[in-house]
């Protein structure tokens, strides 16, 4: 049995294994790309949860994160999963069954124990994946997309083998941090960019992958996780915060700079 918990989907994977083998260009990861098909999903390798059950104990925990002390709404949960009320509420179910959320009448569901695993399971594959395809030369705006569809068909195995090679890595290239090969992860003390007042300082480490165009605006401003800042002023009503980053002041828009976490300097 995986480290997520009992089985409750088919294993699956064959083209996964195939779209990653064609980024591997660089040689210097043969060691860990030059595998059969086969080796990414062994058939002896037990049936670990469908997609669709990642897909929404992961959605779950990402929405528990934000309001760490109210259940998760059907609502929400289909907004972020981009599906009907009614589907939503069908695997809500269905998970329930399976023993991975516990069912709150009225307000909505929460992760157990079992659930919270499985999250952070398929949260370490897609983290993991990011740094293995930031390396092999995939731009920052992008990786996301692609970590979104083989996070769900890579083996332990092969898990345990990008994590080696990159030294049991702590953040992926946005500064996500990836849970341990026990499930363990800490999210880190963090605060918005755009709550922090004109004169605080601190140092930019996490941004929110879900939108492109962001991290190729900062791509382009060559603004990226581990640079010290300082907020310079902060418009009202929603406005752009201007922060120095190194000699220059960037102009960064609300949006963005919600999407910004910095360690503040104390």
Known sequence: MGRSGRPV???????????????????????????TNSRFMSSEEPERPTVAVEDYTKAIYALQRRLPDAPVTTTALAERLGV???????????????????????????????????ALEVIRHHRLIELLLADLGLPWDRVHDEAEVLEHHISEELENLIAARYGDPTHDPHGDPIPSADLVIDEGDTVALDALAPGARGTFVRVSDADPEMLRYLAARGIAP???????????FDGPVFARFGDDVHVLGGALARAMRVEVAR
């Not at 994977?13 to 860990?32: D, K, Y």
């Not at 695997?91 to 659930?115: F, I, N, S």
Request: charged share 25%; net charge positive; proline share 4%.
């Open 226 to 236: 581990g640079d010290e800042l300082e907020v310079i002023d902060r418009q009202p």
């Open 84 to 118: 009907t009320s009614g589907s939503a509420s069908a695997m809500l179910r269905r998970l329930d069954e399976l023993g991975l959320v516990e069912h709150k009448p009225y307000r909505g569901v929460a992760l157990t124990e079992q659930g919270r695993r499985v």
């Open 9 to 35: 989907g088919p294993a699956r994977g064959q083209h996964a294994a195939e779209r990653l083998a064609r980024h591997s260009t660089q040689s210097g990861l043969t060691i860990i790309l030059g595998m």
